[in-house]
Nanobody, 125 residues
């Protein structure tokens, strides 16, 4: 059983930055790929980015490419999402998720078997 807890969300002005963290507990996540997703009110959950188990491979949604960076610290069982140049359209509840395998996870929701409860990010214009 894996328990994921996100933190670091908050209210920020457009153009600002936030760093989200997601800590895994209960069982190690260090040998699995991890992903970040987000969901705005009235919209479907969408892929933000993912990282392979060793951090060597990452993938990003086109909407955040060049602004967001995913990294991980396996010693701390933690994955990070650094968000720069934030826009009002980035406002959403952000979730981390553990993939079923260790490779670079794809955006497909079924590839993930454990999810956190999310942290709210609000970007004001």
């Amino acid at each position: 059983q894996v328990h994921l807890v996100e933190s670091g969300g908050g209210l920020v002005q457009a153009g600002g930055s936030l760093r989200l963290s997601c800590v895994g507990s209960g069982s190690t996540v260090s040998t699995y790929g991890l992903g970040w997703f987000r969901q705005a009110p009235g919209k479907d959950r969408e892929f933000v980015g993912s990282i392979s188990w060793n951090g060597r491979r990452t993938d990003y949604a086109e909407s955040v490419e060049g602004r967001f960076t995913i990294s991980r610290d396996n010693a701390k069982n933690t994955v990070y999402l650094q968000m720069n140049s934030l826009k009002p359209e980035d406002t959403a509840l952000y979730y981390c998720a553990k993939a079923r395998g260790g490779g670079l996870p794809t955006p497909r929701l079924y590839e993930y078997d454990y999810w956190g409860e999310g942290t709210q990010v609000t970007v004001s214009s």
